[in-house]
């Protein structure tokens, strides 16, 4: 079974034929590891019968065994001074909202927001979310003044494993993404036997579409510069309403607990393309990322046989690369059909390595290449 990689960008199909003779027109969607919960809710201030002044306000939002709550708020206007947090019970994830700016926000144009009065909070991890009004002594609540919540994103739980699962090897043109036994691991797995590859996997990110679609993308060059595929992010519309988390992987092999993790929004996007499949985009809060360090690209097509590896954010999993493969005979991931149609004629090219549901817009790394370069994006179905 092949997986196939776009030259420009990639893409990653396993199935049995190792080329199509026309260019394939399928029709390609991010998987969704969230759920929209409907539940009204508002806030005002209290008032304390002491001194007349306004204090703190809160709602706690939960949904049992969520990975995230990601709250939306449906009417936003406040007395200047104010503002309002959405953190974790504990406080270790806090983000604050004054209706000023929209960078730690996302929202959705085609529903009529902006980003200050109608926009949705930054997720935040767990299965509880603290939605906090602070009035400072002095402000005036005036009737236009409110904020109304109508509803939240509740993540699926980090309990997706399929690093057992085997694909017979079938004479079938079923697209899979997973060759043989799936050999996913997570980035810390590599930590020690693979150092460079663990390294060079720390500009790759999850991406969080609408509050419930999952890719992945990374940056490309020194500058404020993302790609991911065209079927994650198309339209400017879209890349606003999407959350770019770094550094979310495991803080040891199979464990369950994360380093910290780093969130962005989309800002703007730059250029996309639909035969080949790849968006590049900038954030807001780009000094917030620059840590991470950057993918470089590879001007050139594929090399049949030459060796790579792919980092990603498969299944909405914390990060994960695939390096070895059950299918080639050397135990590493490589190029096995240099050239092959994708969504265009001769855009693809093929490999065995392991991906799955989310992994889309996930660098394909040039294992030779000693700055890190990437062939870019592949695809999934």
């Known amino acids: 079974m092949f997986k196939y990689v776009l030259v420009a960008l990639a893409a990653n199909l396993c199935v049995t034929t190792q080329a199509y003779a026309k260019p394939q027109q399928t029709t390609l969607t991010p998987i969704i590891i969230a759920d929209t919960v409907t539940k009204t809710m508002s806030l005002s201030p209290k008032i304390n019968s002491l001194s007349a002044a306004p204090i703190p306000n809160d709602i706690r939002i939960t949904r049992s065994g969520s990975a995230f709550i990601k709250v939306h708020f449906s009417y936003f206007s406040l007395p200047t001074g104010a503002y309002v947090t959405v953190s974790t019970p504990d406080g270790k994830e806090s983000y604050s909202y004054d209706g000023q700016t929209h960078k730690t926000a996302t929202f959705d144009r085609n529903k009529g927001e902006n980003g200050l009065s109608q926009f949705s909070a930054m997720s935040v991890f767990g299965d509880t979310a603290i939605v906090t009004l602070v009035m400072p002594a002095g402000r005036v609540w005036e009737s236009h003044h409110g904020i109304k919540i109508d509803n939240f994103n509740a ?25 043989g036994v799936n050999e996913r691991r997570d980035v810390a797995c590599w930590q020690s036997t693979h150092s460079v590859e663990y390294e060079r996997s720390r500009p790759v990110a999850r991406l969080l579409m609408a509050g419930s679609g999952l890719c992945t993308g990374w940056r490309v060059s020194n500058d404020n510069r993302m790609f991911t595929n065209n079927h994650c992010l198309s339209t400017q519309g879209k890349l606003e309403n999407t959350e770019i988390w770094f550094n979310y992987q495991r803080s040891n092999c199979g464990g369950s607990s994360n380093v910290a993790t780093i969130k962005v929004t989309g800002r703007e996007l730059l250029q996309t393309d639909y035969d080949l499949d790849y968006s590049l985009f900038t954030v807001n809060n780009f000094a917030d990322i620059t840590q991470f360090g950057n993918f470089g690209l590879e001007p050139r097509a594929p090399s049949l046989g030459e060796t790579i590896y792919i980092a990603q954010h498969g299944a909405g999993n914390p990060k994960e690369l695939a390096i070895e493969s059950d299918q080639n005979s050397g135990g590493l991931c490589q190029i096995d059909t240099a050239s092959a149609n994708g969504r265009a004629a001769g855009s693809d090219a093929g490999y065995f390595c392991d991906t799955t549901g989310g992994s889309s817009g996930s660098p394909v790394i040039v294992r030779s290449s000693k700055q890190g370069h990437s062939f870019a994006p592949f695809w999934r179905l």
Do not use: F, K, M
């Open 155 to 179: 993540g699926h739980s980090e309990t997706y494993d399929d690093q057992s699962q085997s694909v017979p090897l079938i004479d079938v043109i079923t697209p899979q993404s997973t060759c």
